[in-house]
């Protein structure tokens, strides 16, 4: 991966990654906003790596993922600790590929609710 990506930046640590399922966890310190919560902009961050990450492996090679598509519902406020995604695989399919992903805080409560779409296309020439 690239090691100045988001992800790297983010602090963002994959731990397990499929096509069906990807688990990753991020430190809520340094992704927070003015009054020390967790950013929902973080929690975003964190659904779309995981969503996109996955549907890259699902696409296979010579083809890339793009995203077309993220929502996120905040449920509740991460003050310290890690958060951790859980992407599920909804669709995979030839052209899209959607999940859902959870982001849970260490008390495996749920802080965010996201849902990505991604196109699937071939990759262009010489890329």
């Known amino acids: 991966m690239n090691p100045n990506s988001l992800l790297q930046r983010m602090q963002i640590e994959v731990l397990e990654a499929s096509p069906e399922r990807l688990v990753a966890r991020m430190p809520v310190e340094g992704n927070t906003q003015p009054y020390g919560l967790l950013h929902g ?7 779309e790596t995981l969503g996109s990450i996955g549907s ?10 793009v995203g077309t598509d993220i ?15 859980t992407a599920t695989a909804l669709s995979l399919g ?5 999940y859902e992903i959870v982001v849970t805080d260490d008390q495996d409560r749920r802080v965010c609710t996201a849902r990505l779409t991604c196109l699937i296309r071939d990759a262009a020439p010489g890329a």
């Not at 890259?56 to 993922?65: K, S, V």
């Not at 929502?71 to 995604?85: I, P």
């Not at 030839?94 to 959607?98: E, G, P």
């Open 56 to 65: 890259a492996l699902h696409a296979g090679p010579n083809r890339i993922a």
């Open 41 to 47: 902009g973080a929690s975003v961050v964190l659904a």
């Open 71 to 85: 929502n996120a519902t905040h449920h509740r406020a991460a003050r310290s600790g890690f958060v951790t995604g």
């Open 94 to 98: 030839n052209t899209l590929a959607s």
